[in-house]
Every structure is written in structure tokens, then in C-alpha cells.
């Protein structure tokens, strides 16, 4: 087996697991990780192995400060926003450019090169084309996110048109930090249209499709 793989190292992150799960402070699981590895590793080298294991990095994108734009495409040299007319930057020397508000970003396209190596996982990623193609698809009854308009309608766009390609379900909302109302934090998510394949059925089927009125789910493709 791999250095990287020893049993030793798949108990460190048996053990890593169990700090991001119960939200253990790096101090404290540095602490525990001493008395079980004899100060042999730390936390600092584990995040290491793993980079280059996982080739998973934050990619950070600048945006306006009240998060009107991404300054990217079409707007990626202005240097205000043109909606709400706000600076781009904390200052204005074009030697030092500092962005007065990032976002991190995690690239999709990456984490499904991960799950395709995976041959279980990229068979299961396969669930749309098995699904489209089966004998009693388009019988008009709805029996999965496959059979609604939206995605017959992406299809006559000439979008999924290869059998390995992935439906995303995406949602956003916004939320208040402070009682003071100074800022918001917005979180974006992007759900593989098959991942409930793995997870527990739910007792409440309805309360799935009770969405806030501000959330607005779009199937988008990959």
C-alpha cells in the first residue's frame, strides 16, 4: 500500500472526521492527535497530504462590496460596480490592488473528475441518461425531475446531449449576520439532481417542496 494510505494515516483521518463533525478547534485536535500519533504528525502536515491527494483548491473571486456582481466575464476590469457605483477596490493604487470583498470558490468541474475515478460513483452519475432512455420515459407521468418541462425544454436547446452529462439543482438565499443589519452573507448551493439516490428517503416528502419565497431552485447544467 502507498505511504499516503498507511493504516496509521487513514486513522489520522478517521480522526479529522471526527474534528470537522463536532466542530474541535485545531488546538484540541492537535492535542488529541499527539497523544495517539506521539507528536509524529500534525495538522499541518495531514492538510498537506491531503492537497496533494485531492486536488481541490479555493479559487477566490473578487465582488462587489453590497455582492451585486462578480467581477468577471464582461466585468472583469471595471473597477466600480456598475449597479450600485461602489469601488472595487479598498484603494485606488494600481500597484497594490486590494478587492474589498472575495469569494471562495470551489470548482465543481473538479470534484466530479474526483467522483468520476470512482467506478461505483460514476456509475451512479449515469442515473439521467439510464433514466431518459428507458422504455417508459416520456409516458407523462412524473416520476422524477428528468420528466419535468424545464429539462425537456434544456434538451430542444441542444443541452444534455451527451449521456455524461450532470443536472445541478441550484439555490441561493441570503441571510443577515449582525442585528445591525451591515452586512449578509450569501450562500449558494448546487445539488447533483441523483445524490438522493444515496440518502435516506424521507418521512415528509412535502415538506421537501416547501421552499422560502426567495429561493428559487433552477435546474442548470454542468
Not at 505511504?3 to 488529541?32: G, P
Request: with cysteine; charged share 25%; glycine share 2%.
Amino acid at each position: 500500500m502507498d505511504e499516503e494510505f498507511s493504516d496509521s494515516f487513514l486513522k489520522v483521518l478517521k480522526l479529522l472526521e471526527v474534528k470537522q463533525k463536532h466542530n474541535l478547534s485545531d488546538r484540541a485536535f492537535n492535542e488529541i492527535l499527539s497523544i495517539f500519533t506521539n507528536n509524529e504528525i500534525s495538522l499541518y502536515a495531514i492538510k498537506k497530504k491531503l492537497s496533494k491527494l485531492v486536488n481541490i483548491m479555493p479559487k477566490f473571486i473578487e465582488m462587489c462590496i453590497n455582492s451585486c456582481i462578480a467581477f468577471t466575464g464582461q466585468f472583469v476590469n471595471d473597477t466600480s460596480c456598475h449597479l450600485c457605483k461602489e469601488s472595487r477596490y479598498i484603494n485606488n493604487n494600481l500597484q497594490k490592488k486590494k478587492p474589498r470583498k472575495v469569494l471562495s470558490y470551489f470548482s465543481l468541474i473538479d470534484r466530479f473528475k474526483i467522483q468520476y475515478n470512482d467506478p461505483k460513483r460514476s456509475q451512479l452519475l449515469r442515473y439521467r441518461y439510464e433514466y431518459i432512455t428507458n422504455e417508459n420515459y416520456n409516458n407523462f407521468n412524473i416520476g422524477d425531475i428528468f420528466d419535468g418541462n424545464l429539462y425537456k425544454e434544456l434538451v430542444t436547446e441542444g443541452i444534455f446531449t451527451d449521456e455524461h452529462d450532470i443536472a445541478l439543482i441550484c439555490s441561493t438565499d441570503g441571510y443577515q449576520i449582525f442585528k445591525q443589519k451591515t452586512g449578509d452573507c450569501w450562500v449558494i448551493m448546487f445539488i447533483n439532481a441523483i445524490s438522493r439516490l444515496s440518502a435516506k428517503k424521507p418521512s415528509d416528502t412535502n415538506s421537501l417542496y416547501r421552499f422560502p419565497s426567495n429561493t428559487s431552485p433552477i435546474l442548470k447544467p454542468l
